[in-house]
């Protein structure tokens, strides 16, 4: 389980993003981050890899506080972290980083496996290079790819996986959550507006201002999100990617 407790955190210039987050993500769920844009979400994405340090407040990863560990450190501890804008490795192909996340060689079929929830075709994409050569969308799902393809994960933390990918992949999206929580003990965190993935969720936070402004089950939030849409302009993306 992750539990953020009382999560502030204060940019360089002195301004305050985060401001007294508590939440938790429980083994064996899906728990999505939701809110306005501006919010903070991404930032207690960053703050949950180790990507920024909180100015006060603790991260416990199953009962031990990571912190102050970097963002290797979670890594090995059990963080697994999907970039909203994926960074790209030059000189490395698809099956090598997909390799590297498994910790050891995967046979084509496993790699057709893990490619396909994601919706690329292996043939095309098994030895082509991580480089500017992929589109920004290609760039996304292979990233996704490499988070799916890693076992030894506690946490997941996937931030707006929607973004970059076109409709159809983003439905495979959605049928790998659904595996990705029933296959494995680990929790699930996403950061997104999709009502799509809201549905699938069991859990839900709303982050606003810095601050977690409700929190409950999908069946208690969902359908005051929804209320809120029909009334005025609400955090929830289209049902279209």
Not at 67 to 79: H, V
Request: with cysteine; proline share 3%; aromatic share 4%.
């Amino acid at each position: 389980m992750l539990e953020l407790r009382d999560l502030h955190w204060t940019t360089p210039d002195g301004t305050e993003i985060i401001k007294g987050v508590s939440l938790c993500a429980v083994r064996g769920k899906l728990t999505v981050i939701t809110g306005p844009n501006g919010g903070g979400k991404t930032s207690i994405a960053k703050l949950i890899a180790g990507l920024s340090i909180p100015t006060k407040g603790n991260i416990i990863l199953d009962g031990q506080d990571v912190t102050n560990k970097d963002i290797t450190e979670r890594a090995l501890a059990g963080i697994a972290y999907a970039f909203q804008q994926p960074v790209r490795f030059k000189g490395i192909t698809v099956r090598q980083l997909l390799e590297l996340a498994a910790k050891r060689e995967l046979k084509d079929g496993e790699i057709c496996e893990i490619l396909g929830k994601v919706g690329l075709c292996t043939k095309e994409y098994l030895n082509r290079t991580i480089d500017a050569s992929l589109s920004g969308g290609e760039s996304k799902r292979i990233e996704l790819a490499s988070v799916l393809a890693r076992k030894d994960v506690k946490v997941t933390v996937f931030d707006e996986p929607e973004a970059g990918i076109d409709l159809w992949s983003f439905t495979s999206l959605i049928e790998a959550f659904k595996d990705l929580k029933a296959e494995r003990d680990g929790a699930l965190l996403v950061i997104s507006h999709q009502e799509r993935i809201l549905e699938i969720a069991d859990e839900i936070v709303v982050i606003a201002d810095g601050k977690v402004r409700v929190a409950g089950s999908r069946e208690e939030v969902l359908p005051m999100l929804m209320n809120n849409e029909k009334q005025r302009s609400c955090p929830l993306g289209k049902r279209e990617a």
